[in-house]
């Protein structure tokens, strides 16, 4: 049989099927209404709850693909359709499959089916419960063999109690949700209130119970066991209500209290501004704009101008976005303290006291600022200079603005132009953006509420430069004190006087500050700290600082003076403080620990347990280079002074070379070829064999080499290096140097002088080579620098050869 004819005789038997189920098997004669229920009928799922005996209600199913079953359906002369139960299925997208389908469903005969945009609807009016016996058709339209299960003899008494308490709790359900009246309406119209199970059927279905608990009533034919379940899920419906009840009552409560108070203050506004007693939002604005002004002292061009944005704002709408631009502005304009100057306090042995209590050492930098507070009270007024402060980071240039301010008895604020790559962030925005803003210097005058306060600004090396502006540029005409008592802010749009601020600036170096810039600032220079320096630190400021902030007690945890110098030398050489205190830190951390475990017993931290707190030291005690052709030199970097062993070797003589190796920078790479240049034809001149550079092939060496270095400062070690090799001689030892050689042999002077005595004196360095030049650099030093120091000031190389080989100081010398 091929697949058309097999095609034709499906089709012949579903009709077969149609036409024989759509007969009553019971035509003849009469007959009871459960006999009048087909035994075999057309099944169609729901899923989000099963239907009752006891419900009418319109049901929604797709058209595709359940509308051949409704059509069925409607073709059979009882109507009867049989509605089960799938538990989490989504029937409206998915088709179920057939054991997925509960045994027991509800037959129901349908009304008023209609079509309406790819849905089918009609009204599902309850039956009878049925249980599938057999499955004729496992594919939709479903078709199944029936069975109508009846239901088993129950006490009446009993029923009838559970009848009576099902009827009251519909009773409480339709107080508290009148929603339910129409159901019961609908129930009332098909049965009667004694009809025990269609009231236990209608019960359930009144009940938002899940879908497999309602089924569970479903499957229960037993009338009391149904009851039992229909009153449990009832009596939670009942709870769930008055829970709902009690909430929204509580809501209600709240929306009437605040619209209660809502209408109150309306009326109360509307009741003032009509008795005079109260004024809108404007007009308070307004006042309290003038009342603001009228306690500061403005220049003329500023009231001015605020009596127009005034005048501005009086006849601008609330609504307007105008009006929020002008109420900005004049917010701005009325808190810039116009005329107000804090009172300076022109105590020298004061202000010294105070920079003594904040810092140790760093005598010469107090002085120069003993010396800035004395011209200003000696004029009665500090104004005139900006104060830049330069040093390695760490060595206190940001708490010396701190100390300032303290000693002047004035209000100090603190930013940091870092980074900072828009000019607006100095001058501000034009008031036409949305969001403008002033400049940080207006932003500084109304938080500190003076006209004269310290700022300072931190990192001013590291001032950026972007498509938005320079703001480098910008700080020029602000730091100017010729130019700063006319600022103009963007924002404000009015003439400022900034001339009796105090500008503190701090840099790590000079190289990166415009030139323009640092013409307008007095430089001070903070070079960094020696042992003693550190430990007296150490001791007075940061050990009780980290004790207070740990909440411990000195007698806790004790670290001896010789633990701290350790840590001081082996541990944190840097110019600055700040590495030491976070080593100090890590030691008090670590003796909490002790503490906690042991908290009767005292730490005590020396130098022979510093390893179990610091791991081992990071600086050894270095061993002076010595030997032939290896020479000190002495090095200024962002972090401090250094020192620098330079090494030159003759690798072969088999032709004349040179090679540099270190990672050198472009300027130092020059320094070596000019002394390599002079020593080469000057050789016989020192002593020296005049074809030994001819012959050989000469290697200088810079070590460690990972580092960059760069500057014109080690001309002459460079040149004493080679010279020792070409002497084979090594030259004096204990001995250190800085400064630059020319072609001539003449000694250039150099910079950073105190930052590379520091270091060599670090280094436990006394005899220094410096360039005549830097005499009045040396000669400026505080005595505790120089004490112990011989230094021989050179001119020309042939001092230098003076000192490191022939070991006389040539005329001209001195020696402290």
């Known amino acids: 049989m091929n697949d058309e004819n097999r095609k034709d005789k499906i089709e012949e038997l579903e009709e077969d099927i149609t036409e024989y189920i759509g007969k009553d098997e019971h035509s003849k004669g009469l007959a009871l209404p459960q006999q009048m229920m087909p035994r075999r009928m057309y099944v169609l799922p729901v899923s989000n709850r099963p239907f009752f005996p006891a419900q009418v209600q319109p049901i929604m199913v797709n058209q595709n693909p359940w509308q051949e079953t409704l059509k069925r359906v409607g073709e059979t002369d009882h109507r009867v359709l049989g509605i ?127 879908g497999h608990e309602l089924q569970d009533v479903l499957n229960t034919l037993p ?37 209660r108070e809502f209408f109150l203050k309306e009326q109360l506004k509307v009741i003032q501004r009509e008795l005079g007693m109260a004024k809108d939002d404007k007009t ?3 006042e309290r704009f003038e009342e603001r002004m009228s306690e500061l002292n403005p220049p003329e061009q500023v009231r001015e101008r605020f009596t127009e944005e005034v005048q501005k704002l009086q006849v601008l709408e609330q609504g307007s976005p105008e009006y929020g631009v002008t109420r900005n502005y004049l917010d701005w304009l009325t808190q ?34 003993i010396e800035f507070l004395a011209e200003g009270t000696f004029k009665g007024e500090i104004s005139g200079s900006i104060l830049l402060l330069v040093g390695p980071p760490g060595v206190g240039k940001t708490s010396i603005g701190h100390s300032v301010a303290d000693a002047l008895g004035r209000k100090f604020y603190r930013f940091s132009v870092g980074g900072m790559r828009d000019e607006a962030e100095i001058k501000g925005h034009r008031r036409t953006y949305i969001g403008a803003m002033p400049g940080k210097f207006v932003q500084a005058l109304k938080d500190s509420g003076v006209s004269n306060p310290v700022i300072m600004l931190d990192e001013i090396d590291k001032i950026g430069a972007s498509y938005q502006g320079d703001p480098a540029s910008a700080l020029l005409e602000t730091l100017d004190p010729e130019q700063n008592n006319d600022f103009l802010d963007h924002y404000l749009d009015v003439r400022m006087d900034l001339s009796k601020v105090l500008f503190i600036c701090t840099a790590n170096q000079l190289d990166t500050i415009p030139r323009p810039l640092l013409d307008r600032m007095d430089v001070i220079r903070l070079s960094g700290y020696i042992t003693e320096e550190k430990l007296a630190i150490a001791k007075h400021h940061l050990l009780p600082r980290l004790l207070k902030r740990a909440g411990l007690l ?40 002790k503490l906690l475990e042991d908290p009767d017993t005292p730490v005590r931290v020396g130098v022979s347990s510093l390893p179990d707190y610091l791991g081992q030291p990071a600086f050894k005690k270095e061993k002076a280079l010595k030997g032939t052709g290896v020479v000190t030199g002495l090095a200024w970097t962002a972090m401090g002074g250094a020192t620098l062993s330079i090494e030159a070797s003759r690798i072969h003589a088999s032709q004349r070379g040179f090679k540099l190796t270190g990672q050198l920078g472009d300027v130092m790479r020059e320094s070596a070829e000019i002394a390599y240049s002079f020593i080469s034809s000057n050789l016989k001149q020192f002593k020296g064999d005049p074809m030994f550079f001819d012959e050989s092939f000469v290697h200088l060496h810079v070590p460690e080499g990972a580092t960059p270095k760069d500057g014109p400062s080690a001309g002459i070690t460079m040149a004493t290096a080679l010279l020792s090799i070409a002497r084979k001689e090594p030259p004096q030892q204990n001995i250190a140097m800085t400064g630059e050689l020319t072609l001539t042999g003449q000694v250039l002077p150099v910079g950073g002088i105190r930052e590379k005595v520091i270091a060599a004196r670090r280094q436990k360095i006394t005899n220094l080579i410096l360039p005549e030049a830097n005499r009045g650099d040396f000669e400026e030093l505080p005595d505790y620098l120089k004490e112990g120091l011989t230094v021989n000031f050179a001119r020309h190389y042939n001092d230098v050869f003076q000192v490191c080989f022939a070991n006389k100081p040539r005329k001209g010398s001195s020696v402290h």
Not at 339 to 365: I, K, M, N, T, Y
């Open 223 to 259: 009338l009391v066991r149904r009851m039992e379940k229909v009153l449990l899920l009832m009596r939670k419906e009942q709870e769930v209500a008055r829970l709902q009840s009690e909430i929204s009552e509580e809501v209600n409560a709240k929306v009437q209290k605040h619209q």
């Open 554 to 593: 000195k007698k806790q945890i004790n670290i001896t003076d010789a633990a701290i110098k350790q840590v001081i030398e082996g541990y944190a050489r840097e110019a600055g403080v700040r590495n030491l205190e976070k080593l100090l830190h890590k030691i008090i951390r670590k003796g909490i620990v």
């Open 284 to 286: 308070a604005d307004i």
């Open 336 to 369: 810039v303290p116009w005329g107000v100057h804090s009172e300076d306090h022109f105590d020298l042995p004061e202000a010294r006291r105070v920079l003594d209590r904040d810092h140790d050492g760093l005598e010469d930098v107090k002085s120069r600022i």
């Open 84 to 210: 089960c139960f799938v538990d989490h299925q989504e029937v409206e997208d998915d088709i179920p499959a057939s054991d997925e389908l509960e045994t027991v469903g509800c037959a129901v005969r349908v009304h008023h089916a209609q079509q309406e945009n790819g849905k089918v609807q009609f009204i599902a009016q309850g039956l009878q419960r049925f249980r599938i016996v057999q499955w004729l058709r496992r594919k939709p339209p479903y078709l199944v063999e029936v069975e109508y299960p009846s239901e088993p003899e129950e006490d009446a008494d009993e029923l009838k109690a559970y009848t009576l308490a099902i009827i009251s709790t519909i009773k409480e359900l339709l107080r508290s949700n009148p929603l339910y009246g129409e159901e019961v309406k609908q129930y009332l119209s098909r049965f009667g209130p004694d009809d025990s199970s269609p009231l236990a059927d209608f019960g359930a279905s009144m009940t938002s119970a899940p």
